[in-house]
């Protein structure tokens, strides 16, 4: 009774609890939307649509690098409840993020006339999926904040949310006929309106009188760290690009759902490092241990990997049929599923050293090679691709390197 008293009150389990079950949700809301379109639109136009997703994973680096300094500068305001800087830093972030999307955003329109011709995609829809720009700059500022204050249920809600009305609005929109253009126009529409509910959960910040606080630019003085994040996600996302670029369109289809499947392992310890890193980062600023928390993450992301790549080794046509809502048009890739379940995993240990190093401020300039890994997986994506196993193999060949490379960096 007593241990299980203990369990009750960790942060990190609680947090952790929260963020699995919230960001669990949301995951199966998304997935639902991916097989609904897979089930839909076919391996072809399913295959753009990953592609376009790939790039929509792109754009949301800035949010994960963005959520990640603005948690840390908000969980130091937290321990004094200095709700007046809090909102100084969220005014002038958003101020400032919304220069930046229009910005790149202009860049963006040129970039995607060269990847249509490349890509035999649309344009028009290559552009029309940059418009994700504007939500990113944003809502990265709003959910960082909830991060930060460790309000990890408002943050795990405003997840369902976002997920639950691209479901809806995406599939209804393909219905009408609208395809891969009614699909993305889901994912816009559910991210607008996420964000919009993310501004009720802050109502205390927004109300209070705002306290000009000196701080140093948050983003340069965190390169590294920008960095190191930053590197991950391009990790899982520059593979079904590349597939696009050296595959037939039904295979890019089948790859592309097949790897989606095996980043639900990374999905859900993406949970764990949320939660993990505002108490880490609080507990250090306050002087105390934080290594118990990066010890629980790391057994924790263990456990979700077993299991997953347990299933995915047993009945990896089952799971794939199944998830395919009983199609039979994505089989021909069941065989890279262990293979790019065990490279998520290597991701998902990859990114809580890479988490726990920020929160701790150990992150230095050696964080900045990270960038290295993800020129070494197009490298590698490019030479090998006679099959989807060997293609599948140099991905988990490099996630692999950036493993050992992190764990270098913690040893030493």
Same mark, same amino acid.
Not at 2 to 29: C, H, P, V
Not at 36 to 47: F, Q, R
Not at 378 to 394: D, G, R, T, V
């Given at each position: 009774?007593?241990?299980?008293?203990?369990?009750?009150?960790?942060?990190?389990?609680?947090?952790?609890?929260?963020?699995?079950?919230?960001?669990?949700?949301?995951?199966?809301?998304? $997935?639902?939307? /991916? &097989?609904?379109?897979?089930?839909? +639109?076919?391996?072809?136009?399913?295959?753009?649509?990953?592609?376009?997703?790939?790039?929509?994973?792109?754009?949301?680096? !800035?949010?994960? %690098?963005? /959520?990640?300094?603005?948690?840390?500068?908000?969980?130091?305001?937290?321990?004094?409840?200095?709700?007046?800087?809090?909102?100084? @830093? &969220?005014?002038?972030?958003?101020?400032?993020?919304?220069?930046?999307?229009?910005?790149?955003?202009?860049? $963006?329109?040129?970039?995607?006339?060269?990847?249509?011709?490349? +890509?035999? =995609?649309?344009?028009? #829809?290559?552009?029309?999926?940059?418009?994700?720009?504007?939500?990113?700059?944003?809502?990265?500022?709003?959910?960082?904040?909830?991060?930060?204050?460790?309000?990890?249920?408002?943050?795990?809600?405003? @997840?369902?949310?976002?997920?639950?009305?691209?479901? =809806?609005?995406?599939?209804?929109?393909?219905?009408?006929?609208?395809?891969? $253009?009614?699909?993305?126009?889901?994912? @816009?529409?559910?991210?607008?309106?996420?964000?919009?509910?993310?501004?009720?959960?802050?109502?205390?910040?927004?109300?209070?009188?705002?306290?000009?606080?000196?701080?140093?630019? !948050?983003?340069?003085?965190?390169?590294?760290?920008?960095?190191?994040?930053?590197?991950?996600?391009?990790?899982?996302?520059?593979?079904?690009?590349?597939?696009?670029?050296?595959? !037939?369109?039904?295979?890019?289809? /089948? $790859?592309?759902?097949?790897?989606?499947?095996?980043?639900?392992?990374?999905?859900?310890?993406?949970?764990?490092?949320?939660?993990?890193?505002?108490?880490?980062?609080?507990?250090?600023?306050?002087?105390?241990?934080?290594?118990?928390?990066?010890?629980?993450?790391?057994?924790?992301?263990? #456990?979700?990997?077993?299991?997953?790549?347990?299933?995915? @080794?047993? %009945?990896?046509?089952?799971?794939?049929?199944?998830?395919?809502?009983?199609?039979?048009?994505?089989?021909?890739?069941?065989?890279?599923?262990?293979? &790019?379940?065990?490279?998520?995993?290597?991701?998902?240990?990859?990114?809580?050293?890479? &988490?726990?190093?920020?929160?701790?401020?150990?992150?230095?300039?050696?964080?900045?090679?990270?960038?290295?890994?993800?020129? #070494?997986?197009?490298?590698?994506?490019?030479?090998?691709?006679?099959? #989807?196993?060997?293609?599948?193999?140099?991905?988990?060949?490099?996630?692999?390197?950036?493993?050992?490379?992190?764990?270098?960096?913690?040893?030493?």
């Amino acid at each position: 009774m007593l241990k299980i008293s203990r369990i009750k009150k960790d942060e990190l389990i609680k947090g952790g609890f929260i963020l699995l079950i919230t960001i669990g949700i949301f995951n199966i809301l998304n $997935y639902i939307f /991916q &097989m609904s379109m897979a089930k839909i +639109l076919g391996p072809a136009d399913y295959g753009v649509l990953a592609v376009l997703m790939s790039f929509i994973y792109i754009m949301t680096i !800035p949010s994960e %690098a963005i /959520q990640t300094v603005i948690s840390r500068y908000i969980s130091k305001f937290s321990i004094k409840k200095e709700y007046g800087k809090m909102k100084y @830093l &969220m005014n002038k972030s958003l101020k400032k993020g919304l220069f930046i999307a229009v910005i790149a955003f202009l860049i $963006y329109i040129p970039i995607a006339y060269i990847f249509s011709l490349y +890509l035999k =995609i649309n344009v028009s #829809l290559i552009i029309f999926s940059g418009l994700y720009i504007f939500y990113v700059f944003s809502i990265s500022i709003i959910r960082g904040i909830l991060q930060g204050r460790k309000e990890f249920f408002s943050l795990g809600s405003n @997840l369902v949310i976002e997920s639950f009305i691209k479901l =809806i609005s995406g599939v209804f929109l393909v219905i009408l006929g609208l395809k891969v $253009y009614g699909a993305v126009g889901g994912v @816009l529409l559910g991210g607008f309106l996420a964000l919009i509910f993310a501004f009720n959960s802050i109502k205390k910040i927004i109300k209070s009188g705002e306290k000009s606080s000196n701080f140093s630019n !948050p983003y340069l003085g965190n390169l590294p760290a920008i960095t190191a994040v930053s590197s991950i996600v391009l990790m899982y996302s520059v593979d079904v690009i590349m597939a696009k670029f050296l595959f !037939p369109a039904v295979i890019v289809g /089948q $790859y592309a759902f097949v790897s989606l499947i095996g980043k639900t392992i990374l999905f859900s310890s993406l949970a764990v490092g949320r939660a993990m890193f505002p108490l880490s980062s609080e507990n250090h600023n306050k002087g105390k241990p934080t290594i118990h928390l990066y010890k629980k993450s790391i057994v924790i992301v263990f #456990l979700i990997s077993i299991i997953a790549l347990t299933a995915f @080794l047993l %009945a990896p046509k089952e799971i794939i049929k199944i998830l395919s809502l009983g199609s039979e048009d994505y089989l021909g890739a069941s065989n890279i599923l262990f293979i &790019m379940g065990l490279a998520f995993s290597f991701m998902s240990f990859s990114n809580i050293i890479i &988490m726990y190093n920020l929160s701790t401020y150990k992150t230095k300039k050696s964080a900045l090679y990270y960038t290295g890994f993800i020129f #070494l997986e197009i490298i590698l994506l490019a030479i090998f691709h006679a099959n #989807l196993i060997e293609f599948s193999l140099a991905t988990l060949s490099v996630s692999i390197i950036m493993f050992l490379y992190s764990l270098f960096l913690v040893k030493r």
